[in-house]
């Protein structure tokens, strides 16, 4: 939408452990708005060196690395050291950065800066696990550009299991938070893959809170996040044309189809037009990693 200032925010986010390259370059071949390459849990302390070759070759193979992220290990370690120091050494840099058990957006502004220095500048996304950053998600949203619900640490350190209830005041506190500051707010992983009702129930529930997206550990997932979350052609039309009768009505109340169309319903109109534009702009053209297996392997 002309003159929109709307941030392409992805709805599908694949993680895969940098633990192999062909496993990496492999995962490029699913349907995701962005792939994630984890230097952090999902890798053995002992294997981390391994893993940071293998992201920044992986990088240098990518076909569209501004939607390749990288997820680091936590500031105040030395892995995380280790790893920024590749990424700035590195001569493609990912589009996107996340961050791990980061408790207040101080953090968020001293690796922002880190990574100036260097000349890279990607979206940094931070993981809501720890209950101080929970406590500051509002200047934590302000200061980064999205959020990825981090339920496991986040639960572990409560002392409960992963449930929708224990996890419901850290997922409204996102969705507000975003809002307020215009970031990306996305929703954890499902880890209990051998019951997709559990995923389907989710995307349900995060829709009707307002997440933009959900994070995956599993490539059989991105086909129903994808179809939940991605922008809806029947919606958009609908949308536009509640803009337009907006527009037409030059500050009056519209009238669309026999309803009355009043300021907060032309907002949402507008909001969902101008994300939708957004995410086409950046995800939609569907063919930056196709046949990336067999092209850069």
Request: aromatic residues 4%.
């Amino acid at each position: 939408m002309s003159g929109s200032t709307a941030r392409p925010i992805p709805r599908s986010i694949l993680y895969t452990p940098a633990l192999s390259l062909a496993r990496v370059v492999k995962a490029w071949s699913y349907d995701a708005d962005v792939h994630l390459m984890d230097l952090e849990d999902s890798v053995p302390p002992q294997d981390r060196a391994t893993a940071r070759m293998v992201c920044r070759t992986a990088l240098e193979k990518s076909p569209a690395p501004e939607r390749i992220a990288v997820r680091v290990n936590p500031l105040g370690t030395l892995d995380a050291v280790h790893d920024l120091a590749m990424l700035a050494d590195s001569p493609v840099r990912p589009g996107y950065l996340v961050m791990t058990m980061v408790r207040n957006a101080t953090e968020v502004a001293l690796l922002r800066e880190t990574l100036a220095s260097a000349g890279a500048h990607p979206e940094i996304y931070v993981t809501l696990e720890t209950p101080e950053a929970v406590s500051s998600v509002d200047a934590v949203a302000q200061a980064a550009d999205g959020i990825v619900l981090g339920s496991a640490d986040l639960a572990a350190t409560l002392g409960i299991e992963i449930t929708w209830a224990g996890m419901l005041a850290a997922r409204q506190a996102m969705v507000l938070a975003c809002a307020r500051y215009g970031a990306a707010c996305v929703d954890t992983a499902n880890f209990r893959l051998a019951q997709p009702d559990v995923l389907a129930d989710e995307l349900t529930r995060i829709r009707e809170l307002g997440f933009h997206g959900k994070a995956t550990v599993h490539p059989a997932e991105l086909d129903a996040i994808n179809k939940a979350l991605r922008p809806d052609p029947a919606s958009l039309r609908q949308a536009r044309r509640v803009t337009d009768a907006v527009r037409d009505a030059a500050g009056a109340i519209a009238v669309l189809d026999g309803d009355m169309v009043g300021p907060p319903f032309a907002r949402l109109a507008r909001t969902t037009v101008e994300q939708g534009d957004a995410w086409a702009a950046r995800f939609g053209g569907g063919t930056a990693f196709q046949d990336a297996e067999g092209s850069s392997a």
